[in-house]
């Protein structure tokens, strides 16, 4: 699969997500500031899904037949606090698709 890469920019009335991967880039503009983003793989079926943790929706998607093992990374660009949450219930828009 390589490498998913993504960048946070925060503008006045808006947020950008980008979203790096096999060198394409997609960007997804928001209004609001996520405080939780969600992040599910479902390696089964090969599905990588970022979303907005309060509510729900999907921010982006990748669809990928796993081979490997895959490992999860996370940085910061800036000093910061970055927290991370395991085990958490299935979303619902995750049960009904």
Request: proline residues 3%; contains cysteine; glycine residues 8%.
């Amino acid at each position: 699969m390589g490498r998913l890469i993504v960048f946070w920019f925060p503008f006045s009335c808006s947020f950008l997500y980008r979203f790096l991967h096999t060198g394409v880039m997609s960007d997804v503009h928001v209004t609001e500031h996520l405080a939780r983003i969600g992040i599910l793989l479902d390696y089964s079926s090969g599905r990588l899904l970022f979303f907005n943790a309060e509510r729900g929706l999907v921010l982006f998607a990748i669809r990928h037949k796993f081979t490997d093992a895959a490992h999860p990374a996370f940085a910061l660009e800036k000093a910061g606090v970055l927290t991370l949450c395991t085990g958490m219930e299935l979303p619902e828009f995750v049960k009904q698709s």
